[in-house]
């Protein structure tokens, strides 16, 4: 199984930017596909999640208002569009990919099995 973002990168406050992730290696159907970022010195934090079988979206604190989860079955991406950005919105973030049990718990990253290397977003004020 294999998780890669891309798309990060420097930007200024109020920008935009949109981040992928390239799924591939099982069948994703039955999976919950999460984004989450990590600050320098910080937990890593709860972003986004979208269901892959019904496109049903979740949002952390961080994204409400800002940011748009989605995913294309058919290539078997994820995206992250993220909107307003703020000087703390600076972090890696992190393509994560968990299959739902019982019990499952939508923003904790230990229920995530797979895991991306993450892609760096900067947002400089």
């Known amino acids: 199984v294999q998780l890669v973002e891309s798309g990060g990168g420097l930007v200024q406050a109020g920008a935009s930017l949109r981040l992928s992730c390239a799924a591939s290696g099982r069948t994703f159907s039955s999976y919950v596909m999460g984004w989450f970022r990590q600050a320098p010195g910080k937990t890593r934090e709860f972003v986004a999640a979208i269901r892959w079988s019904d496109d049903s979206p979740y949002y952390g604190e961080p994204a409400k208002g800002r940011f748009t989860i989605a995913r294309d079955y058919a290539k078997a991406l994820v995206y992250l569009q993220m909107n307003s950005l703020k000087p703390e919105d600076t972090a890696v973030y992190y393509c994560?990919?968990?299959?739902?049990?019982?019990?499952?718990?939508?923003?904790?990253?230990?229920?995530?099995?797979?895991w991306g290397q993450g892609t760096l977003v900067t947002v400089s004020s």
């Open positions: 994560a990919a968990g299959q739902p049990t019982e019990g499952w718990v939508i923003a904790t990253p230990a229920m995530y099995d797979y």
